[in-house]
């Protein structure tokens, strides 16, 4: 168990390090725009994201603007609730994913994949789906 709780302290530094590093990009940046980018139309909700990408509102409301300022995303008011707005990915927004996405792929490979051998990905995908949904 103490392998357990120390892999999910060291997993997310790791890969957020290795996006940092060939990407400048943190791995929370990353999340959002891959969120963003697996929805019909490349937007949710402000909360929404923010629950996704398990941050607080504000905390969300930070890391929208500077994506925005870099030209990732746009924020606009929602047309089914004014007091609300939602994110949608620029083209730049997704241009930028595809091209941070190969790292990001390394780095999961590298850090966690490689380590896994001829374990069942599909019952291990399975886990990590069922967990995710209790939690």
């Given at each position: 168990?103490?392998?357990?709780?120390?892999?999910?302290?060291?997993?997310?530094?790791?890969?957020?390090?290795?996006?940092?590093?060939?990407?400048?990009?943190?791995?929370?940046?990353?999340?959002?725009?891959?969120?963003?980018?697996?929805?019909?139309?490349q937007r949710m909700r402000m909360s929404?994201?923010?629950?996704?990408?398990?941050?607080?509102?504000?905390?969300?409301?930070?890391?929208?603007?500077?994506?925005?300022?870099?030209?990732?995303?746009?924020?606009?008011?929602?047309?089914?609730?004014?007091?609300?707005?939602?994110?949608?990915?620029?083209?730049?927004?997704?241009?930028?994913?595809?091209?941070?996405?190969?790292?990001?792929?390394?780095?999961?490979?590298?850090?966690?994949?490689?380590?896994?051998?001829?374990?069942?990905?599909?019952?291990?995908?399975?886990?990590?789906?069922?967990?995710?949904?209790?939690?």
């Amino acid at each position: 168990m103490r392998a357990l709780g120390r892999f999910l302290l060291v997993m997310p530094r790791a890969l957020d390090a290795d996006l940092m590093r060939e990407q400048r990009m943190s791995a929370s940046e990353y999340s959002v725009l891959r969120h963003l980018s697996e929805t019909p139309d490349q937007r949710m909700r402000m909360s929404e994201l923010a629950a996704a990408c398990d941050m607080s509102l504000s905390g969300m409301t930070r890391l929208a603007a500077k994506l925005e300022s870099l030209g990732y995303l746009k924020r606009i008011r929602c047309e089914e609730d004014a007091r609300g707005a939602n994110a949608v990915l620029t083209e730049r927004g997704l241009e930028r994913l595809r091209e941070a996405w190969p790292t990001h792929l390394a780095s999961v490979r590298r850090h966690i994949f490689d380590h896994l051998g001829e374990l069942d990905l599909d019952r291990l995908a399975s886990a990590f789906a069922a967990m995710a949904t209790d939690s």
